[in-house]
């Protein structure tokens, strides 16, 4: 929402919004231009022309139902995008159960290498680009999320699917009413990219242009190793070869790196400029980032909150070479949680030593099912379970040693509460 701000205050709209306290985002768009309020109520909406919510959004919520009794005109995040995108020549959308935000932000820095006009809309904070850039109208970028069903809402000239995998139980009966919606998305797309290794896209019968590293893909990563904890590799792509080093840990971010290739090599960019933005990609916050040390040990956090992006940043972890990560987990609502109960329990046991953090409800109700003291009492690895900031840092603090890896994982508010631990 923070990048729709951004994109329509450059434009020279007057904008304003809400969220619930104050935060980095919402400072930044202050020192742009826009009205900020912190807490909801139907006084934020006076005087606007046009509403837009996200999904996160209940139908009860006080602002949204003042901007529909009004009568003004109400649009969800994902057909607001979609106008956007109208006024752009190409079209490019990523979507994926992991990886979207890293694949998307590698896309954009291999645009901007090449001198594109583009808009790209991230779902987190790129190092380099933050989650908006905008320079010029040829070509319109965004992460086309499944969440709520809005990949039905967003067609897109060029598609790209990373991954298929199971998750937000709250929108989707099973694994293939998800696949079913991710295989729409590709169906309505005049160029189709996707991971020839993935085992449910392998079932798509539609003409794609696929990615990975079998020899039956037209973008593959040859001679894959592990140097200095990150990722080197060939890439082969279009008849040409290139050794690329990437700054992202984890072999899976390699199938991003492939994935923004090949799509940038149908955008038609130069094979060089594929090369020179990867190996620009900086990283972004709480993607495996490094943010400080706790009582002499180094702290990674990690946006993971699917078993399988768990298990990615374990090993991306253990890859550094300085013993086994000590993990804190915070589960995020309680529908995913009490849905994918065997894989978390399975993913974290991955790790010798885990803690777990109390859930992030996100907007959801509690849920004893789904719980965090639940994953906790179904998890024979866990050491302990925390349920407040305090709890946490006194916990953590007879625990940790210097030399360890503090690797916290979770898409709820954990990664400011641990920032604020950090030295």
Excluded: W
């Excluded at 450059?10 to 809400?18: D, L």
């Excluded at 790129?126 to 850039?133: A, K, R, S």
């Excluded at 309680?334 to 992030?360: C, H, W």
């Amino acid at each position: 929402m923070s990048a729709i701000a951004k994109h329509l205050i450059r434009e020279g709209f007057e904008v304003s919004g809400s969220d619930a306290a104050e935060n980095e985002e919402t400072a930044t768009l202050c020192k742009l231009g826009a009205a900020v309020y912190h807490g909801h109520s139907p006084a934020n909406v006076a005087g606007a022309d046009v509403v837009v919510y996200n999904s996160a959004i209940k139908e009860d919520n006080p602002e949204l139902s003042a901007a529909r009794m009004s009568g003004v005109e109400v649009l969800g995040r994902m057909d607001f995008l979609r106008r956007i995108s109208s006024g752009y020549e190409k079209t490019v959308g990523i979507a994926g159960c992991h990886g979207k935000t890293t694949a998307t932000a590698m896309l954009a820095g291999i645009l901007a290498a090449d001198g594109r006009g583009f808009f790209s809309h991230i779902g987190g904070e790129d190092v380099n680009l933050g989650n908006y850039h905008y320079s010029g109208k040829e070509i319109f970028l965004t992460e086309v999320c499944e969440f709520a069903r809005n990949i039905e809402k967003m067609p897109v000239e060029y598609a790209c699917l990373l991954n298929v995998g199971f998750d937000h139980a709250d929108c989707y009966r099973d694994i293939e009413d998800l696949k079913a919606a991710y295989f729409s998305y590709l169906d309505r797309a005049k160029v189709r990219i996707v991971n020839a290794d993935d085992e449910y896209i392998k079932t798509y019968t539609g003409n794609v242009l696929g990615f990975g590293m079998g020899a039956n893909a037209c973008c593959r990563a040859e001679n894959l190793r592990i140097e200095n904890a990150l990722p080197v590799f060939d890439l082969c792509l279009n008849g040409k070869r290139a050794c690329v080093r990437l700054n992202a840990a984890g072999v899976h971010n390699v199938y991003n790196a492939l994935a923004a290739a090949l799509a940038a090599h149908a955008l038609k960019t130069p094979f060089s400029s594929i090369v020179s933005g990867l190996e620009a990609f900086s990283g972004l916050k709480r993607r495996f980032e490094h943010i400080g040390t706790f009582h002499g040990a180094e702290v990674i956090c990690d946006y993971a909150h699917h078993p399988d992006e768990i298990r990615a940043a374990i090993a991306a972890a253990r890859a550094l070479g300085k013993g086994e990560p000590v993990v804190v987990f915070q589960p995020h609502t309680y529908t995913r949680t009490a849905a994918l109960m065997d894989g978390f329990v399975s993913a974290l046991s991955q790790a010798a030593e885990v803690y777990i953090y109390k859930t992030f409800a996100a907007r959801e109700e509690y849920s004893e099912k789904g719980s965090a003291k639940a994953l906790f009492s179904s998890l024979p690895a866990a050491r302990g379970y925390f349920d407040n900031e305090e709890e946490l840092y006194e916990g953590l603090k007879g625990k940790i040693k210097a030399g360890d890896v503090l690797l916290v994982l979770g898409a709820g508010d954990i990664y400011y509460t641990v920032k604020k631990m950090v030295s």
